[in-house]
């Protein structure tokens, strides 16, 4: 009888011994690094995350039609001296696993493991080592990391913190090694190489960078991965706490969108639209004594007779545009009216499937990186860049008002000599093309991009910048928009 209960009670303590470490950090995950790998596993207790990323441009990234094209033709063009250089970043894990080369690159070999940016390659970095071309290492183990303190152990993987999953907290270094990119001199022949991304380097000159107050310090996070208005559950899992802002939108949006069937089109589409309105806006400067500005276009009679329209990015952590610049088509279209609704003047008013280079306007107001080859020629893929003449609404350095650097914006005159004072009505609006059409006809003339998708990219309207500037509703003395509101449509 004594040795029964004994026995009994060394195997209660042992039952509840082992049910302890099956809810700890040393019990067996039930899940593989090869099952974890798999997007799909995730789903099953982070629905909504994978709803989401399965409509972003992290899922679309190695299926992309334009991105398939530009590595079969840039791995001919540099006799595949390309290699890897654009799949690390585009299917990172399919690079990891040993699945690709680059060179011959597809997309249709590859498991849902090694497609696009999966979450296992962002949730089990380890270490960031370098700002550029993807130098991020991965533990290859079955700890998801996250940006959340206090992660409920659960019976799938290991959960820990990592500040660079923090967006309130870290410095980008995640997001800004695979978005800034620097061409190497292996490729291009360039000495040094040539960056042909930027968006780290330009978020690490702004105030949101810099200034390390609560508040005002935002990351990449920050912005493209919106938190929950309501309180939310990081995971569907019994026990999962209810967080203030607990879950992270994993949408990114950007500018760029999906050309071929892919699931959450429109929700992307609606996202871009959501972030890209109010980002950037024809505004005149904020009075030094504060109220409300003048508007952002004006008619004046300098040089004889002109109009102007001042641009300027509203909260951007970045140059506008970003990213691609040289593939990025923004511009300003400016039309001028008389009292009999003539139009007397006109200025970036771009044919659909039509670059806006291409109209050899004189007064184009356009943002975007101009590229060129060694030898001068106009650059229309990336691994023939050799300079780069960058055309892009300048970040915020300060919100400091009475530094003059706080004015990071642009204003473009317009000459409209001896119709000053004809002018009745002027419309204005900024237009914005994430690819550039002389592009994609050289991929589709190569035979590498099927020519439909010319049809499918979008021109985008960005609701912030239409403005309407009429007679009646100018300051006579400045000869602008009489207050902000009364440039508005």
Same mark, same amino acid.
């Given at each position: ?14 039952i ?25 596993? @995730? ?18 990234a190695s ?23 654009c ?5 990172p894990?399919? +690079?990891q ?5 680059g ?9 849902p ?5 999966? @979450? ?12 550029h071309?993807?130098?991020? +290492?991965?533990a ?12 409920l152990d ?18 980008? &270094?995640?997001?800004g ?8 001199e292996?490729?291009?022949g ?20 810099t ?9 990449c ?10 309180? &939310?559950? +990081? ?9 203030p802002?607990g ?27 959501r ?26 009679p ?11 990015? +509203? ?15 923004v511009?300003?279209?400016v ?7 003539a ?7 771009v044919?659909?499937?039509?670059d806006p ?15 060129t ?8 893929f990336?691994?023939?860049?050799g ?7 300048r ?18 005159q ?8 004809t ?7 900024v237009r ?23 049809e ?13 500037w ?5 300051n006579?003395a ?6 902000f ?5």
């Open positions: 009888m004594r040795f029964a209960m004994k026995y009994l009670m060394w195997m209660h303590v042992m509840i011994a082992c049910t302890l470490a099956a809810c700890g950090d040393d019990a067996a995950p039930k899940y593989t690094v090869e099952q974890l790998q798999d997007p799909a596993t @995730c789903m099953e207790c982070h629905p909504k995350h994978y709803q989401q990323w399965s409509g972003s441009m992290h899922a679309y299926e992309d039609p334009v991105f398939v094209a530009m590595n079969r033709r840039g791995q001919r063009d540099t006799n595949n001296k390309l290699g890897d250089f799949v690390k970043c585009h299917a894990m399919a +690079v696993l040993g699945l690709t080369n060179i011959d690159f597809d997309p249709a070999a590859l498991p493991s090694a497609k696009g940016i999966t @979450c296992y390659f962002c949730h089990n970095v380890k270490e960031v080592t370098s700002t071309d993807n130098g991020l +290492v991965l290859m183990d079955q700890t998801m990391r996250g940006g959340l303190e206090g992660a659960n019976p799938a993987h290991h959960s820990k913190y990592d500040v660079l999953m923090d967006s309130d907290r870290n410095e980008s &270094e995640m997001c090694s695979c978005h800034d990119i620097v061409v190497p292996a490729i291009n360039v000495p040094g190489g040539v960056a042909v991304e930027r968006t780290f380097a330009e978020w690490q000159t702004t105030f949101f960078a200034d390390k107050r609560p508040g005002i310090h935002l990351t996070g920050g912005c493209h991965m919106q938190t929950s208005a309501v309180p &939310e559950v +990081v995971a569907d899992f019994e026990g999962v706490e209810v967080r802002f879950f992270h939108e994993h949408m990114w949006p950007g500018i760029d969108q999906a050309l071929t069937p892919f699931p959450e089109i429109d929700a992307q589409a609606a996202a871009i639209k972030d890209l309105d109010p980002s950037i806006s024809i505004i005149g400067p904020n009075p030094a004594g504060g109220g409300s500005p003048e508007g952002g276009i004006c008619v004046t300098e040089n004889g007779g002109q109009i102007t329209v001042r641009l300027d990015s +509203v909260n951007v952590g970045h140059a506008f545009p970003s990213g691609a610049a040289q593939d990025r088509r511009w300003v279209e039309i001028a009216y008389d009292a009999t609704n139009i007397i003047f006109q200025s970036g008013v044919p659909d499937g039509k280079e291409d109209l050899n306007d004189p007064n184009l107001f356009g943002l975007w990186d101009r590229t080859k060694t030898g001068g020629a106009v650059a229309h990336f691994w023939e860049i300079t780069i003449d960058s055309q892009l609404l970040p915020p350095v300060t919100n400091d008002p009475t530094d003059p650097r706080a004015d990071h914006s642009t204003t473009k317009y000459p409209i000599v001896g119709l000053q004072n002018v009745e009505r002027i419309t204005a609006r914005m093309r994430a690819l550039p059409f002389a592009a994609l006809d050289e991929l589709i003339a190569s035979g590498d991009l099927a020519p439909e998708i010319r499918r990219v979008p021109t985008l309207d960005i609701l912030g910048t239409q403005r309407v009429t007679r009646a509703n100018r006579p400045t000869g602008c928009c009489n207050k509101d009364g440039c508005r449509p």
